[in-house]
């Protein structure tokens, strides 16, 4: 008797990953219309800059970039976001970094579910900013009980989705039909559905109380509220928006555009107004408004190391306390003028960047094989080695998110008047019990990649050890 074969995680994500995208493009047609804007960019920019293509091309990228996504997703209580990351687990997604958003006005705390080797992540590079709501943040004591009761009485997965998943545990993976089926049922927790779960009075309540708060507590499920491609050229992007009637947010989040791009730059369309039906004690429903959902685009440069997040984060700081109010409309200009100011202390070369250890980088060989003294030798360095022209290197894609990055996107899109303070402090310890497990450092992530391409290199070249420190 033949044993069934099980398919890899990453097919299950890259096909989930399309699923999803295609689902998105029904439900917001202006996501399809991004889409377009973004691959349009995306081949301009190679057409002018085939450095740029020569590089993608090396490094694996340019296999994954029209397949580049990730999503977002809200949830409400401890028991579903455990859950999501069972669900996640089956796709070989696992959660990495944790983000604090609540001193920034968001009352969430979130982990990004993703693959996390290189391979897998040049398969399927999905990943998902998953957030849970922090229901101690909501301050009226009666609108914070109610809001438990309500999400305590939802189910957000199917009961399909919930036995393939055990199916997967006992298993260790799915059958070509189960995976499937497990993506058709595991698509129903993220669909959008316009009919709320609460009356308009309790919507409204926890409207006023904060609108995400809204979001995540009055519907029967979390829906993904955005999608987001990825862009070669984001400048560009933010300004074919409004050719295509699109209005994008004022100011593009993270750090200036630069030759050698750092980190993650995003920018979005402000969030669509939805109809949405609210139910009434005689059985009927009227009909409302909600918005929540819209379109992001992102541009991804280096994975930075942690000297290079503090030198990135006081630079950012330096441009954000000069500017002395938010980035909004009115002061974007400015605001980039800052940013563009205060971050030429941050290198703008990959060599510089390397040699102060900066940024993390993967290490290929240059088809130079080294002759009998160096193979003879116990260990070589790994400058050397590029200085002598057997090791070329390319910056290590950052594949996370920043949380001001995050709380900035999703303020823009509440509207100004969403913004709010809350005092309490960031809380990992209780979002990993609440998760299950702990999230993994992200920083450790690019350590482990840089290594395995340094140890590939020594390897390939013949040679013990190679010496980069």
């Known amino acids: 008797m033949n044993t069934p074969q099980l398919i890899q995680p990453d097919q299950i994500r890259a096909g989930f990953s399309r699923a999803m995208s295609e689902m998105y493009q029904t439900e917001v047609p202006l996501y399809s219309t991004l889409l377009q804007i973004v691959a349009q960019t995306n081949q301009q920019a190679m057409a002018e800059h085939p450095e740029l293509k020569k590089h993608l091309a090396r490094t694996g990228e340019i296999e994954r970039l029209n397949m580049e996504r990730h999503g977002a997703i809200r949830v409400g209580t401890a028991a579903e976001l455990a859950m999501l990351r069972r669900l996640f687990a089956v796709m070989g ?50 609108l914070r009980q109610l809001a438990a009761e309500i999400l305590a009485r939802r189910t957000i997965f199917t009961p399909r989705a919930l036995e393939l998943i055990k199916r997967h545990e006992i298993a260790g993976g799915l059958t070509r039909q189960e995976a499937d089926d497990f993506i058709t049922q595991a698509l129903e927790t993220f669909r959008w559905h316009n009919a709320a779960t609460v009356n308009a009075e309790i919507y409204q309540r926890l409207h006023d109380q904060h609108r995400l708060i809204a979001d995540v507590v009055a519907f029967k499920g979390p829906h993904i509220n955005h999608l987001t491609p990825r862009t070669l050229d984001i400048d560009a992007v933010q300004r074919a928006m409004p050719e295509h009637s699109i209005t994008p947010k004022a100011v593009i989040e ?38 929540a959902r819209f379109g992001e685009i992102e541009q991804r440069g280096a994975a930075l190391t942690a ?13 954000q306390d000069e500017l002395q109010q938010p980035a909004c409309e009115k002061n974007a200009n400015r605001y980039m003028a800052l940013l563009s100011h205060h971050f ?95 999230v993994i450092d992200e920083l450790a992530l690019y350590e482990d990649t840089q290594r395995r391409s340094i140890a590939a290199c020594a390897q390939i070249l013949g040679l013990p050890e190679i010496l980069s420190d």
């Open 344 to 438: 030429s202390a941050f290198p703008d070369d990959h060599e510089a960047m390397r040699s102060q250890k900066l940024a993390f980088y993967r290490y290929f060989p240059t088809g130079k094989m080294p002759d009998i003294e160096l193979k003879n030798r116990n260990s070589a360095s790994l400058d050397d080695l590029i200085n002598s022209g057997y090791i070329d290197f390319e910056p290590l894609v950052y594949e996370d998110f920043l949380p001001v990055s995050a709380a900035g996107i999703f303020q823009s899109n509440l509207g100004d008047k969403a913004r709010t303070h809350f005092s309490e402090h960031s809380s990992r310890e209780a979002f990993e019990r609440d998760l299950g497990t702990p």
């Open 93 to 142: 997604m696992v959660p990495v970094a944790y983000y604090d958003l609540a001193p920034a006005g968001v009352p969430v705390h979130s982990t990004a579910f993703r693959a996390i080797h290189e391979t897998s992540l040049q398969a399927s590079p999905f990943r998902v900013f998953t957030s849970l709501l922090r229901l101690e943040l909501i301050e009226q004591p009666e």
């Open 254 to 291: 993270g750090p200036p555009a630069r030759r050698c791009p750092i980190l993650l730059r995003q920018t979005s369309f402000k969030a669509l107004e939805e109809q949405v039906a609210f139910p009434q004690a005689n059985g009927q429903s009227i009909q409302g408004k909600h918005t």
């Open 307 to 319: 000297k290079g997040r503090a030198l990135y984060d006081r630079l950012l700081q330096a441009a």
